[in-house]
């Protein structure tokens, strides 16, 4: 029974790869046939790039078969050639990203200097995998309107909007009834890999649209590499530069002022636009490397890079909060007594009597340091004369906090008790992005190619879940937080021709994002700035206030104590080995993911 153990292991091994996906590569294969359909081994196969002029070789099998695998996706001519026929050249065979493409090729007897050029597109077959896919090329991609989301255009976002099969979004979506957060998404064949999120999100992590050359929906059957219980793999490849210096600029403006009013500012008095102006804007570039008289990058050494900036002002206000008057941050109360100021027609009347038979107001403040039993054995206090605080009775720390020249409190717009502050409508008024991205891709010889890319991303944005009031950030004693998303990208691979029938790919990918979500005014020692004693000295104190709104109940929280701060991401490793043996192609592969928080 042991003998058969390592014999088990390989059968497994090697059904089990069979299945191996392409990562954001992908395979030409076919079979050389003559005129009467018998198969000419030795022929020798050239697959070259159009774009880039790289070419890759092979050598047919005994039974006429060749594979070319970890190629990029372009269109290619492939020439095949063979002693005692003419030369065969199959021109403009597009390969898409992730793509096993058969392409069978017929040779006819003659003079190898005889050539023969096939035009018309070939009979072009998917047999090689299981898994059924949607390819998007790179001009259908930037034909399609994708409007800006959470600061850019989405590279998913055409997923969730023109593909069936798909529900909710980007942020949260489902793919074929799969669960959410369970499609995973490549770029560049490894995985975005956030520790936070199972995968399925990108949102605030990923390359700018302006980078993606083509991108497959791998759906069905996926292969082992994606870890087989996947509903959907989304597979998008970058850029690469060619031959020719090519580029692009874009710029994506969206103002109120080019919006139609809505029905209900249409009906009010006084219409108004809500304010939203966001701009995004950048560029991408690519080409050989070229420096005269230094280098000449042309079909060997090539670059693309991108950059892309998002602003965003939605600066727009929506009904009222509530900020403490100038005179009660003063200790003058007095106004508690009028009903035109507190909105409540009890304030200033009479409503009982203490134990003493001295009347009690509404609105009326109690000294507490004068608290005493009355004739029933029932606490009474005296009232503040005026209804007003000596200031030198205030607490030591609530004075440094309402002091403008310390910590202070944002005077209200209106001099009113309630609804004297305009509110801000959105969490998030003011947004900034920048993501740029490096790639580069070196043909070694014609035994290897190295290709590498780097993407570094930057998000920020000031939130606030509590009373929003200009300024932003303020005061201390605002609640306003300030959010940042950092991160970053790196994928680098080899591939290398070991002999004519055995191929390997190596690549590994570093994830790196951060999501901080902080007080604005963390870490400037505030509570020994207001005489707090005995505490970290992080964050200003949050205050919270209660009871009914002329009580004060509806003035909103002050301070934050928010230090949310999720920092990690993940490592990968593939390798992916290619074996032809005469009509078989067999495949074997490893893949290492160790994911962090640090």
């Not at 009660?328 to 027609?345: M, W």
């Not at 993940?570 to 640090?598: C, E, P």
Request: net charge neutral.
């Amino acid at each position: 029974m042991r003998r058969n153990i390592p014999l088990l292991i390989l059968c497994f091994l090697i059904t089990a790869t069979l299945a191996w996906g392409q990562g954001s590569v992908g395979t030409l294969n076919g079979t050389v046939m003559d005129t009467t359909g018998a198969v000419i081994p030795g022929a020798t196969v050239v697959a070259t790039d159009i774009a880039t002029g790289v070419e890759s070789r092979t050598t047919t099998t005994s039974s006429g078969a060749f594979t070319l695998p970890y190629l990029p996706s372009g269109t290619y001519n492939i020439k095949v050639s063979s002693p005692g026929f003419q030369t065969t050249t199959q021109e403009n065979v597009i390969l898409r990203v992730a793509q096993t493409m058969t392409v069978n090729i017929t040779l006819e007897v003659g003079a190898v200097t005889e050539e023969v050029t096939v035009s018309a597109a070939p009979p072009l077959l998917e047999s090689g995998t299981a898994e059924i896919g949607r390819y998007i090329s790179k001009e259908e991609y930037k034909a399609w309107p994708i409007m800006l989301g959470d600061g850019q255009r989405q590279i998913q976002q055409f997923i969730f909007q023109s593909l069936p099969g798909t529900t909710g979004g980007t942020f949260k979506g489902s793919i074929n009834g799969g669960q959410e957060y369970s499609h995973e998404i490549l770029i560049e064949g490894i995985p975005i890999g956030r520790a936070d999120l199972s995968g399925g999100n990108n949102n605030e992590f990923s390359p700018s649209a302006e980078a993606i050359g083509e991108f497959k929906l791998q759906t069905g059957a996926v292969g082992s590499q994606y870890n087989g219980g996947q509903t959907a793999v989304a597979n998008f490849g970058i850029q690469s530069g060619t031959n020719a210096l090519h580029g692009s600029l874009f710029y994506y403006g969206q103002n109120e002022a080019l919006n139609a009013f809505s029905l209900s500012a249409k009906q009010s008095a006084n219409p108004k636009k809500s304010r939203f102006r966001q701009h995004n804007y950048g560029y991408s570039v690519g080409g050989p490397v070229y420096i005269p008289k230094v280098i000449d990058g042309r079909n060997k050494l090539f670059f693309f890079t991108n950059l892309e900036k998002t602003t965003r002002d939605q600066l727009r206000f929506s009904g009222f909060t509530d900020l403490p008057t100038t005179d009660f941050k003063q200790g003058d109360f007095s106004r508690l007594f009028d009903p035109n100021f507190t909105e409540n027609p009890d304030s200033g009347t009479v409503i009982g009597q203490d134990a003493l038979g001295r009347p009690v107001v509404f609105g009326q403040i109690y000294d507490p340091a004068t608290t005493s039993l009355g004739p029933d054995g029932q606490p009474i206090r005296d009232p503040f004369p005026g209804n007003i605080i000596p200031q030198s009775r205030f607490d030591p720390v609530s004075r440094n906090i309402v002091d403008d020249s310390i910590a202070g409190i944002t005077n209200p717009d209106l001099d009113q008790m309630l609804r004297n502050t305009n509110r801000i409508a959105t969490s998030s008024p003011f947004f900034n992005l920048h993501s740029i991205g490096v790639k580069g891709d070196y043909v070694i010889n014609d035994k290897h190619r190295i290709s590498g890319y780097y993407n570094h991303s930057y998000r920020q944005r000031n939130n606030n879940g509590s009373a929003r009031y200009l300024p932003i950030p303020g005061r201390p004693t605002s609640s306003w937080q300030l959010q940042t998303t950092p991160g970053r990208i790196v994928r680098m691979s080899l591939n290398s021709t070991l002999t004519p029938t055995i191929l390997n790919r190596v690549s590994g990918g570093y994830n790196r994002f951060r999501n901080t979500n902080l007080s604005a005014h963390i870490n400037e020692d505030w509570p020994s700035k207001i005489g707090l004693k005995n505490v970290p000295q992080t964050h200003f104190p949050t205050l919270t206030f209660s009871g009914r709104e002329w009580q004060g109940g509806s003035v909103g929280r002050m301070g934050s104590a928010s230090r949310s701060d999720s920092p990690n991401g993940s490592w990968a490793f593939t390798d992916d080995l290619t074996w032809i043996k005469g009509s078989h192609t067999f495949r074997f592969g490893y893949s290492f993911m160790r994911y962090f928080y640090n």
